[in-house]
Structures are given as C-alpha cells and as structure tokens.
C-alpha cells in the first residue's frame, strides 16, 4: 500500500510540475533542490493520508465488513507466497540450529566442570572441587529445588497452648519454626526456639506475641538472589509459595549455603537420613528425598534427569513422572542407566525405593 502510494504520486508530482521551466532563469540552478524538497513535503502528505490514517479510520468504523472484504484477497495470497514462506523460515531455523546454537553452547557445563578438575586437581582437594562446582552451578537453582515440602516441615499451630509449642519445640529440635492457622497455607509468622526459653519455666503463657513476621518468597526464586535477600533482611528461612499462594515449603540460609560447600550436619541431624549407599552403583532413598540432593549423593549431573523430572523435586516424584502411572511394590522404572525399584510404598505414596545405576549403558551413553 505504501510503496503504491509512493510510485502514484511520484509519478503524478513528475507530470504536473516542471520547475526548470516555470522558474526564471537565475533559479533553475535550484530547482533540482526546490523539486527534491516538495517531493518530499508532497509525497510524506499522501502517504500518511492515503497510506495511514484514511485506511485505519474507515478500518476501525467498519471492522467487520473490510474484514470480511479483504478475507479472501489474504487467503488467495496466502496459498500463493505459502511454499515461499515456509521454504524461508525453514530454512532459517536450519540456518540457526546449525550456527546460533553452536555458537552460543560452545562450552557445556559438564566442559566447564571437567576444566575445574583438570586446573585444580593438583592443587586442590576433592572438597574445594565439589565447591567450585556449585559455585557453577548456583545461579540456576531456584528455591523450589533446594526448599523443603510442606510435607516434611514441623510447624506450630496457632490454637496450641504453651504446653504443647513447648512439647513439639522440645521433640523436633529446630531453631525456627512457621506458625499456621487452619492449615500450612495459613501462616500466620515465623517463631524462634530462642524466644521461649526464658519462659520454659512458665506453664501458661500467650506465646502469640513472640511471632515474628514471615517472609514469603516463590517457588522460581533464584537462590542466588534469595542470598541476597536474606542477608539484607538478616533472615534464616523463607516460607515457600506456589502460584496459587499456598504453601510449597520452607528454605532456609543452610539449604542455600549446602548447595555450594555440600551437606552441613550437626549433633541433632542423623547420618544418611535420608538414603543408604550399598556400593557405588546401588543406593537406598527415601522418596521424599531432593532430586539434586540425589543427584550430589550419586555424582550425577543436575541436567541429567532435567528432560523427564516436569515439575517435580522429590525423587518419589521423579519416578512417577517417569512411570507415567503409579507403580506397583518391587516394580522397576528405568531411565537411561538408571533402574529404580519400588520397595515401600504407603497411602500412594512411595516411601522408600532402591537405585541401581546400569555401569555398562553409562559408559555406552
């Protein structure tokens, strides 16, 4: 429409002004500058009138009967310049996924990993490696993947006396704890173990004023940044939160700092809780277990499983996700080199299963 309107009046300007003959003498040495700028002043006019606003104020007064005109003329051309078309983005995409993608993962992470071991090997130990790793790997790790479930978060309820916060306080062992009301997607503020002890003496006691403010952050948050944050806030813990705002989790400074120097026990933690290696090649894990923290136990890369895991953190939900349904006791699911065994399962939920990392297929992989 535009390189239309522009031929037309260009054409239209040359047949109807000719200044070289109009203008007297001591001017025609101006008139190629004079026709230059009319040209100009005359053809932007059209084009703004015909090309821009004539064409969009008839569009918008009647929508619906230029849509139905033009309907057909853009089908006809559709199916003309179609093959054109799809030869071209095709062949972008060809272009792009030959050049661009190589160009920009030159180097994987795995590259950059094994570039870790080969510099620091001699001067380093294994444990100073493992933190180079994570350091690597920290800035795409987000909450959702180091936090702990709601499921295996000790909380205290908001109805409870002093007696009981005191009781589930003195069992559980923690230093914080989240207060929820009706449910864990409630919470009404965080508690500190600290803040009761100069009460442990006192039978009644409204303990609600001792609540803290809660901090709440979402499941994509990037620990990188989440460090920050707690170190401006000179907070310990964050409550985790879904879409929908309810409660995912909580993740605190240690799971943080645990992604870059490893696990971090002390004298109320127990020894592999969580998982029992047999051998290099087979390993006990609770299903609720992280899958990256699976991942650290295994010496496996944290992609490796990034194309089957969907949305799930625990290794219970690995499996599942894998299975496709939901197994049945002693049932193996497989995933490249690795066999993993259904060995507990309780209410539909798998409690414990077994690893089994196929040594053979790895190295043909």
């Known amino acids: 429409m535009n390189i239309g309107t522009i031929i037309t009046t260009n054409i239209l300007y040359n047949s109807l002004f000719d200044f070289q003959n109009w203008l007297p003498e001591q001017f025609v040495a101006l008139a190629g ?30 929508n619906m ?4 005109f033009v309907a057909p003329y853009i089908l006809f051309l559709d199916k003309i310049v179609s093959p ?86 003195a069992e ?28 442990i003496n006192e039978e009644t006691l409204d303990w609600h004023n001792l609540i803290r403010p809660a901090f709440f952050v979402h499941e994509a ?30 993740v605190t400074l240690e799971d943080i700092m645990e992604e870059i120097v490893g696990d ?16 290099d090649a087979n390993y006990i894990f609770e299903g609720k277990l992280l899958i990256n923290d699976m991942c650290k136990i295994t010496s496996t890369p944290l992609e490796f499983f990034e194309e089957v895991r969907g949305e799930n953190n625990s290794v219970a939900g690995l499996v599942l996700e894998i299975a496709g349904k939901f197994p049945k006791q002693n049932e193996v699911i497989s995933f490249k080199n690795y066999d993993f065994t259904v060995l507990q399962l309780d209410n539909k939920r798998i409690q414990k299963l077994k690893l089994y990392i196929n040594p053979k297929e790895e190295e043909s992989n």
Not at 65 to 68: D, G, I
Not at 153 to 160: A, H, I, K, Q, T
Not at 264 to 279: A, C, L, M, P, V
């Open 264 to 279: 971090i026990r002390d004298e109320f933690d127990e020894d592999s809780h969580f998982y029992k290696k047999i051998d």
């Open 221 to 250: 948050k990037p620990i990188e940044d989440l460090l920050k944050e707690f170190q401006q806030k000179r907070s310990h813990m964050a409550i985790v939160v879904d879409e929908f705002g309810g409660t995912s989790g909580i």
């Open 84 to 169: 054109l078309s799809n030869f071209l983005v095709n062949s972008t995409s060809f272009i792009e996924s030959r050049f661009s993608k190589r160009a920009k993962n030159d180097i994987s992470s795995e590259e950059i990993e094994h570039a870790i071991e080969l510099t620091v090997k001699h001067t380093a130990t294994q444990e100073e490696v493992n933190i180079y790793k994570g350091i690597l790997k920290f800035s795409d790790i987000t909450a959702k993947q180091i936090m702990k479930t709601r499921m295996d978060v000790s909380g205290l309820s908001f109805e409870w006396g002093f007696s009981q916060v005191k009781a589930h306080v």
């Open 33 to 62: 500058l004079i026709d230059i700028i009319l040209q100009v002043v005359v053809v932007t006019f059209f084009l703004v009138l015909f090309g821009e606003v004539l064409p969009k104020v008839y569009a918008t007064q009647h």
């Open 65 to 68: 009967r230029l849509a139905l």
């Open 172 to 199: 559980c062992g923690f230093s914080r704890y989240p207060v929820y009301e009706d449910s864990f997607d409630e919470i009404k503020g965080i508690i500190h173990a600290k803040d009761l002890l100069e009460f």
